[in-house]
């Protein structure tokens, strides 16, 4: 299969809240894995239903412990079978200092740092 990414990504053991922004309904926080990301975009686990084209708020604890904030719109979504969905979505908006704090740890993980 042909890459399509633009940029490498790699796997965070972290979670993510979310929380649709195009609804007055109250934010719901729900926990989501991180399968991998890169500096435009996120895959993850989760056993809430998003809808594709959705706008979330969310904050993505990185391996340093720091919280980035940034909003997701969801791009693909395959249904698990078991009540998990695997999602991919793009940052939006996310500045480029928070992206390059997620491509750095890329780049010191491709040279063999243990993070």
């Not at 990414?5 to 894995?33: C, F, G, H, Y």
């Not at 435009?40 to 412990?65: D, H, M, N, P, R």
């Amino acid at each position: 299969m042909e890459e399509r990414r633009k940029n490498r990504r790699m796997a965070l053991t972290s979670k993510l809240l979310i929380k649709r922004m195009d609804q007055s309904e109250e934010a719901e926080e729900v926990s989501i894995e991180v399968t991998d990301a890169s500096k435009t975009g996120v895959g993850f686990l989760c056993s809430a239903q998003l809808t594709i084209g959705a706008v979330y708020e969310s904050f993505l604890t990185i391996w340093t412990k720091e919280v980035l904030h940034a909003f997701l719109e969801i791009t693909r979504v395959d249904d698990k079978g078991d009540g998990t969905y695997d999602y991919g979505a793009i940052f939006i908006g996310m500045t480029e200092v928070d992206a390059g704090r997620i491509e750095n740890y890329g780049t010191m993980r491709n040279m063999g740092v243990k993070i």
